[in-house]
Each structure stands twice: as C-alpha cells, then as structure tokens.
C-alpha cells in the first residue's frame, strides 16, 4: 500500500483543508474534557480538606482532654463549614468560567 491509497467506500471521507484545522478541533475536545473532569478533582479536593479538617479538630481535642462531645461537636461544625467555604468557591469558580466563556464569545463575533 502506498501513501496515495485509495480509500476503502465504506470509510466517510475526512476533508480537512488545514492542519490548523484539525488543531482546532483537537484543542476544543481537549479543553471540554478538562473542563468536565477539573470539577470532579476539585470536588475531591474539598472533600479531602474536609475529612483532614475534621480530624485534625478531633485529634486536638482529644490531645488535650476536653469532653467527647464537646469535640465531635466542634469537629463537625469544623468539618461542615470547611466543606460548605469550599463547595461555594467550587460553584463560584465555575460560574465566573461559564461567564467569562460568554463574555468572550460574544466578544469575539
């Protein structure tokens, strides 16, 4: 097979005038699918930071003898707004991107 091979019928042809082209299309895929995946590790983040938050509040109260429930109630509270400062900078983040993606499209044309 030579590299002018003609085609098989059954493939659709694929009519790329440009390299840029097809680096176009290629970044676009790419940039959707990090967007997409970037709040999955984000959220993980938070919920990570969280539980560490948590226990490091839990330890310490333990470490110096305060009452159990005293701790696991500071705990949680600790735990809990370590987790909703977090989820709202992740919400907040991705709205201003959604904002500034169409203030640059309408931008642009």
């Known amino acids: 097979m030579g590299r002018f091979a003609k085609p098989h019928p059954d493939q ?4 790329l005038s440009s390299e840029d082209e097809l680096e176009a299309i290629i970044e ?4 959707a699918r990090c967007e ?3 709040f999955i590790w984000k959220f993980r983040l938070v919920a ?6 948590g226990g490091l509040v839990f330890a310490a109260g333990m470490a110096i003898d305060q009452p159990l429930a005293m701790v696991a109630r ?11 400062s977090g ?8 709205w201003s991107a959604r904002l500034l993606t ?3 499209r309408r931008r642009a044309s």
Not at 28 to 31: H, L, N, P, S, W
Not at 74 to 84: D, E
Not at 87 to 94: A, E
């Open 87 to 94: 989820f709202l900078l992740l919400v907040l983040s991705g």
């Open 28 to 31: 676009a895929r790419v940039a």
């Open 48 to 53: 990570i930071e969280t539980v560490l938050m």
């Open 74 to 84: 500071a705990a949680v509270l600790v735990a809990a707004s370590c987790f909703a």
């Open 102 to 104: 169409r203030f640059r």
């Open 36 to 38: 997409a995946d970037s």
């Open 12 to 15: 659709l042809p694929l009519s």
